[in-house]
DNA sequence: TTGTAGGCGTTATCAC
DNA sequence: GTGATAACGCCTACAA
């Protein structure tokens, strides 16, 4: 912001008018003629003024930009998610604040106070794993900014989730293991105080009951789904003494790692002597090989429908704060990684 | 932002004090008591007092923002931009707002037009496709806005620019699709107005005419690079009378999806029959089989040096307005994609 | 060290 | 339909 900017004063000046004038006939407010409407914009280009939205935010106390809170801007989920945020926040005429909180607790504590201090109107957020307490959520709802969490809340904050049925999505990844002849069904799980991770466990859990079988939770690996947990959950997996036979991870990335570990460092082959799904369809569970059996969730139509939700709030137009679920569609997507003997042959 | 909020006079009339120390108080000036300070920092707490930074920003003219134009922020290369350029912007107290071109002229403008009327400080972007004029990015000069480029620029623009060695790497894919026996090189070429692939297109060419290869113009698919395009493209090249034995792509996603079309649709197996190299090293050229040979292009290291950049004009700690070009190190990375017979017996 | 006064650029509420 | 005036919340000469 530069000195010597045209204001409306300016253009008041110049054209022999008051600057609330200048104002109206800016925002094409009724209550000035069409015909002094024209001149006063045509004078605004040619003085090549440019409304000032700073002033404009303070004196209205809305700063029409919406803030956005999520673990890492690169992962294929998330940056799809902001990209269909950006999309629906810009035709509303909303701007996008992002801030990564690299799923750290801290982080995201700062992150949600810049916000504030910025006084976005709304704040769409993926809580971060480390996350284990929610005040910086909670003083948005408390003076009355909406908040809408996808993919990754925490119940304790009282606000609307986008998510997907992570429970259903990972009975079905699980029954289809089952189905295709396997019979020791690990599972690389997340944070277990994440409603995701946790959800996808009882899925898995619940789907090895309901099929008579036992879960054992020693087949149970529970980390950060990094890269490289991928790579240590299936070392582990390998120096059992009774390996599985299947693993379902929580995300692609595990799985994909896992699988790769597998091919180069051991003489089993997936699936034949392991079977691997994961979560999340990334573009990579298409394009490796053995295609990866996973779920498919559309970063962009649950960023959409948090981003329209989010401003729905905003305006009014629907009660905010109210703890409603919205669920997008997944799909399980079965490829290569998955099948048993039964169906490649 | 709601009215009811707490400000810096509500903090005064509490402590019998002005409101211009409570000011001076909160942003740690030397010109108030240490004691009164934390009184006032402590009343500050006490009352639930948030800084509006709007008016902070409308009354110092700064907005602590800058401002990020690209094509696409879910593409891995630019979504990992974001990540380095936010991270930094951070780290520098800085926030960033996020605009997505879709490689559309209109809608740069129109990002352009936003991000200038937040009064952001500077602006970073990655230009689109179809953007052919460039008076948008020229009024931030010439309000003397720092904006620096990175990856796709225009030298129109008298502005910093943060790009790889566009012409040595593709001069090196080439040659090396050369040494390793290729003789018919074709290549996947985005629009020619943008400077990056005008420049591995020329790179290409150099290549092949060092190598003592006529460059065939039939050889040459001019497309935007998208997944359909690399498909259209190797339909194209496999219509051919002498059809070519490499292709060389400018970028990743192209050069995949006329992998799997080859793989899928033909009896040709790369890269015996067909080699292949992309460009950028996204995630997936690792991942799939055959591995793609490629050039390593950080979009985490560019997006950082970017805003490491604009940050220190925005600062008035370099000159804006010079149209240096930093240049960051890219690799080529060979994988099995392009391996000729004699590497891969 | 603290207080006073004015303004950043806009919009909103009055009048006329 | 247009103008005057005040305010949004903060910062910063300048004065005391």
New binding site residues.
Partial sequence: ?K??????????RH?????????????D?????V???ERIKEAARALG????????N????RSKTIGVILPWVSRHFFSSAVAGIEQVAYKEGYNVMICQSHDEYEREVTNATALFNNRVEGVLTSVAMDTLKFDHFKQFTEESTPIVFFDRYNPEVQACRVVIDDFEAAYQVTEHLIREGHQRIAHFCGPRTLNIYEKRFSGYEKALKDHGLEPDPTLVFECRLLANDGIEGMKYLLSLPHRPDAVFSANDLAAISAMRYLQQHSDLSVPEDMAIAGFSNSPSASIISPGLTTVDQSGEEIGKAAAKRLIAEIRGEIDRGTDEVITINSQLIVRESSLGRASHL
């Fill in positions: 912001m000195k010597g900017q045209v204001t409306i004063h300016d253009i008041a054209l022999n008018l008051d600057s609330s004038t200048i104002s109206r006939a800016l925002n407010s009724p209550r000035v003629t015909k002094t409407r003024y440019r409304p000032n939205l700073i002033a404009a303070l004196r209205t106390r």
